[in-house]
Nanobody, 123 residues
Framework: QVQLVESGGGLVQPGGSLRLSCAAS????????MGWYRQAPGKQRELVAA???????NYADSVKGRFTISRDNAKNTVYLQMNSLKPEDTAVYYC?????????????????WGQGTQVTVSS
């Protein structure tokens, strides 16, 4: 009923930039929070950045000043602009959305995840 589709990952040299996108589609009534998490090999998944429908943002300390999260509410899309990338940013990046969807005449609240996109920072 709801899908999150990510794009924009890839291989980049240290100091480079990438922009991730995540579009939510399906029977969506509203999306409160959207965000990006990442998981490096052998590590737990961690929050990178999040944004509310009102535009309030939250960042991990490790990415503050380098990453910028933004959102297009009309398109149900969230973006992550990543600048000054470092090798330690290498991970699979997952999009997350906390949303309300509908099925028939009923409404439900749930969390959804994208399939993940690989970001590799290496020379």
């Amino acid at each position: 009923q709801v899908q999150l589709v990510e794009s924009g990952g890839g291989l980049v040299q240290p100091g480079g930039s990438l922009r991730l996108s995540c579009a939510a589609s399906g029977s969506i009534f509203s999306i409160s929070a959207m965000g990006w998490y990442r998981q490096a090999p052998g590590k737990q998944r961690e929050l990178v950045a999040a944004i509310t429908s009102g535009g309030s943002t939250n960042y991990a300390d490790s990415v503050k000043g380098r990453f910028t999260i933004s959102r297009d509410n009309a398109k149900n899309t969230v973006y992550l602009q990543m600048n000054s990338l470092k090798p330690e940013d290498t991970a699979v990046y997952y999009c997350h959305a906390h949303l309300v969807y509908y099925s028939g005449s009923s409404y439900y609240q749930d969390d959804y995840w994208g399939q993940g996109t690989q970001v590799t920072v290496s020379s």
